[in-house]
């Protein structure tokens, strides 16, 4: 059922970010749904599907992106690592600990993809990437993170209901 | 005699009055009194009918104001469905021009073949500008065939599907396009940037360019046809002790808001790998 579920879920969210976040930039930057989703799957307690949700979730962008198929995947791998380490240290506080991986992973996602363009040779400034494109949209995914983290966390617990002792 | 005379005098008297009364009646000699008698009356009567209709129209206000709310919430709703039907009309009016432009493309262009898409998307990552359009291969799209509008170069496909494809944007910052200043005569390369920034680089420094240039793809290397519109100069940079100077394009396409596109499908860019590698 959670991995039957990602499908959907992911593209759905794929289809949102294509249509419509991608067309809300500030500066060059955009909020990235996909990250903001696997972010708050993975810091849900329950959760023990959140490495195939990422997986699925990398696909699925690199087959739509530009960009080469596995550096999503390896950038989403990457986020939802620093999301298993965060929870364990603040795992009572996951709203906090939402904004502390958001900020993080968006930081390492998205410097990993300039990373990966430079070495293929595209000119990408270093101050224009990072004033113009990382940090806009580091800051529209913090501002995203928290009504994400709520619908994520309505699903997390549909779909791995609290067992109630008898 | 007498005796009918006393029986009946009082009778014989009020009818010769009331004869009198109506012959100054009917003569206007008793209008005035008329007047005066009738009055109070009319005054009377006044009154009594502006009190009824108050009440009158208090009785009945309740069945009134219900009537007119359902009234109004009626017309509310028929205004709302007019709303949205005419918002609807707007955007197949703005769909309708797009397309109707790009026909005039077409018609001006006769020899070319074209398959138009509409934009469905754009790349999930901001680093890469490119857009998604509904049409692929089985429309008869391959890699690397050129994108435009009607106002003009808008970029070149960069993967197919069956039914979608990617198109690379001018903008994009991977993107190098060969394109020439008609009116200088001389040549360079149109390159975007992370910003979306359009500039050409290269342009040797014994040229004068002007600001107000058009910018126009000149056809080398067999990436795009020549002759394509693709923005304008708008300001240049020269340093003497460069090799080259460069110059900021305002492109003539609206990249922010592009809806359909039209795809060049009988232009097949020319592959020149096994000509690098035989030189090596």
Redesign the interface.
């Given at each position: 059922m959670p991995i039957i579920i990602a499908f959907p879920i992911l593209a759905s969210a794929?289809?949102l970010?294509?249509?419509i976040a991608?067309?809300l930039?500030l500066?060059?930057?955009?909020a990235?749904l996909?990250l903001l989703i696997l972010v708050a799957w993975a810091l849900q307690e329950r959760v023990r599907s959140a490495w195939i949700w990422t997986v699925i979730a990398g696909l699925m962008?690199g087959f739509?992106?530009?960009?080469p198929t596995l550096v999503?995947v390896i950038g989403y791998v990457l986020v939802t690592a620093i999301a298993r380490l965060v929870h364990r240290r603040v795992w009572q506080t996951p709203i906090l600990a939402m904004f502390v991986v958001t900020f993080l992973g968006s930081l390492v996602s998205?410097g990993l993809?300039?990373a990966v363009?430079v070495v293929?040779?595209?000119?990408?400034?270093l101050a224009?990437?990072v004033n113009?494109?990382i940090l806009p949209?580091t800051l529209l995914n913090l501002l995203l993170a928290l009504p994400v983290y709520a619908v994520v966390n309505d699903l997390a617990q549909w779909v791995y209901p609290e067992e109630v002792e008898a | 005699m007498r005796n009918f005379l006393q029986k009946y005098w009082r009778t014989g008297a009020a009818g010769l009055i009331v004869i009198g009364v109506m012959f100054l009646a009917l003569s206007g000699y008793l209008a005035p009194v008329i007047q005066v008698a009738l009055d109070p009356v009319v005054a009377a009567q006044r009154w009594l009918g502006t009190r009824y209709l108050a009440i009158y129209t208090m009785l009945r206000s309740p069945g009134d104001v219900t009537a007119l709310r359902t009234e109004n919430e009626q017309l509310k709703n028929e205004n709302a469905l007019l709303r949205s039907q005419l918002i609807q009309l707007q955007e197949e009016q703005k769909d309708f021009e797009v397309f109707y432009s790009l026909l005039n493309v077409a018609r001006q262009q006769p020899s070319n073949d074209y398959v138009a898409a509409m934009v469905i998307g754009r790349d999930a990552n901001p680093f890469m500008r490119y857009v998604l359009i509904d049409q692929g291969s089985d429309a008869g799209l391959r890699r690397g065939m050129p994108v435009l509008t009607a106002q003009g170069l808008v970029g070149r496909i960069d993967a197919v599907t069956s039914n979608a494809a990617r198109v690379q944007l001018l903008t994009d910052a991977s993107s190098a396009v060969n394109i020439r200043l008609p009116e200088t005569g001389a040549e360079g390369i149109l390159v975007g940037s992370v910003t979306g920034d359009l500039s050409i680089d290269m342009i040797p420094q014994d040229v004068k360019v002007q600001p107000g240039e058009l910018v126009l793809t000149s056809g080398l290397g067999g990436t795009y046809p020549g002759n394509i519109l693709v923005g304008q100069v708008i300001s240049v940079r020269k340093q003497e002790t460069a090799l080259f100077q460069s110059a900021s394009v305002q492109p003539v396409v609206d990249f922010a808001s592009l809806r359909a596109v039209l795809v060049v499908t009988d232009f097949r860019p020319v592959d020149l790998d096994p000509l690098i590698q035989s030189a090596d």
């Open positions: 794929l289809i970010q294509t249509v991608s067309s930039p500066l060059s930057g955009y990235d996909i962008v739509v992106s530009a960009l999503p998205q993809v300039m363009l293929q040779g595209t000119p990408l400034p224009d990437s113009l494109v949209g | -």
